[in-house]
């Protein structure tokens, strides 16, 4: 008892967005922090604070006003949503952890949500199976594990409203980008590129599980934002319920083919492992399948720029994937451009502009701030800026 | 009140192995069983035969001794296993229908297994992640559903003890033998063969379905045994923990390329839509992804052999089983070798004794009795018969 007693005072009052958490002393001390007495990561607020603007431009279509918050920890996500997402009538958040959940609980009433808010102590696809109060599924329902999502996609696909919305995180960056091949391939069912633009690869192997996984529970999903940091990446994606749809699931899965020797990169819709490349000659390297189709809805990133006035690293984030080109697939980093040429770096603002002066479509993207997309070929890109 | 009352003097004893079942009297008579008042199939006696010597045969192996019928009806399986799989302590049987479930329960007491049986109505998923009466996952899984099990793989898989056995019957044998290709490929992740052979495609896409998701959830299956009439394929496999085991998951999945124009066909690794037939330069058709390894585990097949003594059909599917040389992934029809020969049928035992006089491996399947499967490549299988 004495050491819970020194656990329960070794949680402080910390602040994010208008929300009070609770949170381990040494979660805020502690480089990485501790699973033990319960999770929180400061660092993760970005991705919490997009989760709000997403949320909130999101709620007002929904049927029924409930989000599901599967691996809840202290609470931090579900909270923020009771207090800055009026408009979700109910939040459920679950963990196995019960002091994480005692946290939770505490932290609700502080922040005088606690009517709203329902925790619970359970598996995380028991928990997501249960539903509601009324046991009826759920708008918005959030995965952010720690690792893979891979193991439990289905659970929340099965879990959400027909035109509600889901949002999910992986950290298992390493396998996704292509360290553990064999692992991606067995998570994902698709191979990672290990290159300059492996978090995008990455991105689209989630997607493309997710895709798969609801085509074939009669399901289709249409990506609404996605976006990407050092450790982690994270979808949003609305789920409807369509055989029709989920049929044509396959328009939107392919391959990208990647020549490490001059850079070249295509999107096809073939798998083909012995291909040579187009501009060297050299045997290309396949990427996927993967959800080739665009990862950002215009539309809805617009409104979550309308949501609240977002702060300058989330203006940044929505910015780029308000103009990103997200129907490409790949991305051209700008200092690798730079080193082809051999020249001083071009900034990657002036390489669009000048890309966009030869007739290319050229964007920035949300997943690499030092890199830009374009329709233009290597060898196109490198003529345009000589 | 009438209604109800009438449908339940609807409800028969019918007598299937030792067991005795209260079926609707509608079940017996018309062609197609009518799901109301309750689905029973009394064609599907074969299938319910097998499962009772491969639960037999299995259960000593279990640690702990319960048995799941996702999809029970009038408690068919269920009843079976209580009454003539005595090493099985508790039988869970469950149905959206409360009908078949009330016929169930009556069933069981007049079998005398009503205390080993419990019934209930629920969701699969819901009923599957409940978990026996302790919470724990169950030691064999049986789902028998109307249509398509992909829908449900993930929560049969999360049900089942490490060390148990998953048991699957698909009745979409339509979109698995090709007759909808975008709908096989979407439930099942893989291209199924229209062709002679279309129902051993089919059995391998449904097993490749079972072990791609079993690697994603870090599992691994190793099928013990398969079979499949007109109307269904059915499967049964040994689950294991294992992530190491998960990694190597792509080792039995490959492609099975066919020519339809001159019948070769050969497994392959690799996916290859452009392979021209080594044979007659015709392109070639891609089935698959799908498990190329062996589905028959003989020494399982030869401990369902010994028990009880199989009735004739039983004996028949398992002395082909007991012999099939089953990691060859396609068979051969005597009629269409006699087609190519032009002379008059050869018995399936003569072209076995034939081409394995001429050093081939050959054998019967258990997926067409009027054919044969052999290493010998058909121009081989030809010059043999000549």
Redesign the interface.
């Given at each position: 008892m004495a050491a819970e007693e020194k656990e329960k005072k070794d949680f402080v009052r910390t602040v994010e967005g208008r929300t009070t958490f609770l949170v381990p002393q040494s979660s805020l001390t502690e480089r990485v922090p501790p699973k033990t007495p319960a999770f929180f990561n400061p660092a993760a607020r970005l991705n919490r604070d997009l989760s709000v603007l997403a949320y909130r431009a999101f709620a007002p279509s929904l049927t029924r006003k409930t989000f599901a918050d599967s691996f809840t920890g202290i609470g931090a996500r579900a909270l923020r949503v009771a207090v800055e997402v009026p408009e979700i009538e109910k939040v459920y958040g679950n963990d196995i952890n019960p002091v994480a959940i005692e946290a939770a609980r505490k932290a609700a009433k502080i922040n005088s949500v606690d009517s709203k808010c329902h925790f619970s102590i359970d598996?995380v696809?028991?928990f997501l199976?249960?539903g509601d109060s009324e046991g009826e599924r759920f708008g918005i329902v959030d995965l952010d594990p720690f690792g893979t999502p891979?193991?439990h996609i289905?659970?929340v696909l099965?879990a959400v409203l027909d035109g509600g919305l889901v949002s999910i995180t992986a950290t298992d960056t390493a396998v996704l980008c292509g360290v553990y091949p064999?692992?991606c391939?067995?998570?994902y069912?698709g191979r990672p590129l290990n290159n300059s633009y492996g978090n995008e690869t990455a991105i689209r192997l989630l997607l493309s599980l997710i895709a798969?996984t609801a085509?074939?529970?009669?399901l289709s999903i249409r990506p609404l934002f996605v976006h990407a940091a050092m450790h982690y990446l994270r979808i949003y994606a609305s789920v409807s319920v369509s055989s029709s749809e989920?049929?044509d699931?396959?328009a939107s899965i392919g391959y990208v083919m990647h020549c490490l020797q001059c850079g070249h990169r295509f999107k096809t819709e073939?798998?083909?492992?012995a291909k040579k490349c187009e501009l060297c000659g050299s045997v290309m390297r396949t990427g996927g399948q993967l959800w080739t189709g665009p990862f950002h809805d215009r539309e809805f990133v617009k409104k979550m720029m309308l949501e609240q006035s977002p702060d300058r690293q989330s203006k940044k984030v929505l910015d780029a994937a308000a103009e990103e080109e997200s129907g490409i697939p790949y991305y051209f980093r700008a200092d690798e451009i730079s080193a082809k040429l051999r020249t001083n770096p071009h900034s990657v603002q002036n390489i669009i502009e000048r890309l966009q002066s030869a007739g290319f479509v050229a964007s920035k993207t949300v997943l690499n701030p030092s890199a830009f997309k374009t329709d233009a070929r290597i060898d196109q890109i490198l003529e345009a800026l000589k």
């Open positions: 598996e696809c028991k199976l249960h891979a193991k289905d659970c099965r064999e692992v391939l067995r998570r069912y798969l085509s074939r529970l009669e989920a049929n699931v396959y073939e798998y083909n492992n």
